[in-house]
Structures are given as C-alpha cells and as structure tokens.
C-alpha cells in the first residue's frame, strides 16, 4: 500500500489550498478515505473522510464549510480543498486508508495506512 500526499505549501489566512494523495497498491475504490492534521506539539486529529461508493463525507467541527473532501475512484486520488484558511489551520496533513474496506472513522488509532504527509502553513 502506498499513499502519496501532495499539495501542502505556505499561504495567507484567507486563502485556499488543495492536497491530493494519490493511493496504489489495494483497491481503493472499496476503502474509507480520511485526512487528519498534526500541529506541532499536539496530538493527530481528524479533518475528513468520505466513504467508499456513495461517497458520503464527514468533519471535523473546526474545518466544516470550509474544508471539502472528494475522491476520484478512476485516478485513485483523494483530494482535500481548504478554503478560508487560517492560521491554526497551520499542520502537517496526512491522507489514511481505513482498516478495512467501506470502514471509516475518525479515530487516527483506526487507521491502516498513511501517507507520508504534507506541510501546510498559514500565515496571518
């Protein structure tokens, strides 16, 4: 399994980025997709996941209306668009699998596979 994040980089609070992570190496159309967050000095936390099939999403209370989470089964690719960003949205963000398939959570302990992760600062 492999997980490949991308897309992190440095911009002012109110603007927008979007990461991809591109997944091989299992089926990926049948796996919960998630991003989670780890600020320095804290502990991982979730962001947001969608579900296989229907592609049903969920967030964290924090990033909800601003953050969207979408999957491009014919690419393998699970992509996070972060609009109105702000400064304690600064992280390393880190796309994960779920354990098994059509599984989803929002426990980081719950999760089969990650990615390697990508820096996203936001400056004020």
């Known amino acids: 399994v492999q997980l490949q994040a991308s897309g992190g980089g440095l911009v002012q609070a109110g603007g927008s980025l979007r990461l991809s992570c591109a997944a091989s190496g299992f089926t990926f159309s049948t796996y919960g997709m998630h991003w989670f967050r780890q600020a320095p000095a804290k502990e991982r936390q979730f962001v947001a996941h969608?579900?296989?099939?229907?592609?049903?999403?969920n967030y964290a209370d924090s990033v909800k209306g601003r953050f969207t989470i979408s999957r491009d089964n014919a690419k393998n690719t699970v992509y996070l668009q972060m609009n109105s960003l702000k400064p304690e949205d600064t992280a390393v963000y880190y796309c994960a699998a779920g354990p098994t398939p059509y599984i989803t959570s929002r426990r980081a302990a719950d999760m089969g596979s990650w990615g390697q992760g990508t820096l996203v600062t936001v400056s004020s």
């Open positions: 969608i579900t296989p099939g229907s592609g049903v999403t």
